[in-house]
């Protein structure tokens, strides 16, 4: 393994970005801010890393999540990972950040030093009496200074512009409980941007926007993938893979079907991959 190579296992230690994912790690948040102020200036920085899967497996009790499970995610893609519910799509994610024992190999590979990761999960629900705004939330997940002292300069720049990116702006004083889902999601994609990463994974961040949210994040998709950012994305809505992905993987439990999208998408393959019990692959 070279000094640019990362590989990810049980107990590997990587570099990791948001807070959100430092606290999925069981580390401090503060630990990766640390490591990352130096990089909260610019929300694009590209050079992403090529992600291998070889043969990753993972067995809960006596279920089979994951069997071999072999992918590559080329630099600076958008990658979509597709697939029905219960298909492992979510648990591959997870073995990916470190936090499911895994089988096989998984391995991140950086064109330089090793940089950020960004992740921006599904969703995130508030209690609409809790009296945390959107800057708080910001604060919270991008800063080391305890979110009640308010932004730190250091961050407020970085953290005006991300939200101005998604089209919060106006919004900075609302409540998160008291915003739409469609509202929330577009402050996850916020957060995602700080520190900047060089590898965001998404999680179905489409699912609770609304027709102007889904246009934002169009935009950003095109931003990322222009900034040379590798960006591995699970998304249902297959019409916007089609789209907007470079590549696609379809795993239900394994892998399926791994092409562009116009070889990936067809009648044939989908089915297959939506069916209960996956077939051989196509």
Known sequence: MTSKETLIAQDAEHPVGASLLAKASGQSASSFNDKTQSRAGSLLQGAGPTLDF?????????????????????????????????????????????????QGRLSLQWPGEPGTI?????AL?????LPMTVDDFMAAMCQRRPAFLGLSKHYAAAIGEALERVGMQDKRKRRMGALSGGERQRVLLAQGLIPAPQLLVLDEPMSALDEAGIQVFERLLGDW???????????????AVGRLADHVTGL?????????????LTPDRLLTLFSTHPRSAA
Not at 72 to 86: D, E, I, K, M, Y
Not at 118 to 122: E, F
């Open 54 to 102: 070889s043969e990753v497996s993972l067995t809960l009790g006596r279920t089979t999540i994951l069997d071999k499970v072999t992918f590559q995610v080329q630099p600076g893609s958008v990658h979509a990972l597709v697939g029905p519910n219960g298909g492992g799509k979510s648990s591959l994610i997870k073995t990916l950040l470190g936090q499911m024992p895994h």
């Open 118 to 122: 960004g992740y921006v999960p599904q």
């Open 125 to 129: 629900e508030f209690d609409r009496g």
């Open 225 to 239: 993938r222009a900034a040379g950012i590798t960006v591995l994305w699970i998304e249902h809505d297959l019409e």
């Open 252 to 264: 239900n439990r394994r892998v399926l079907f791994d092409a562009t999208p116009k070889l990936a």
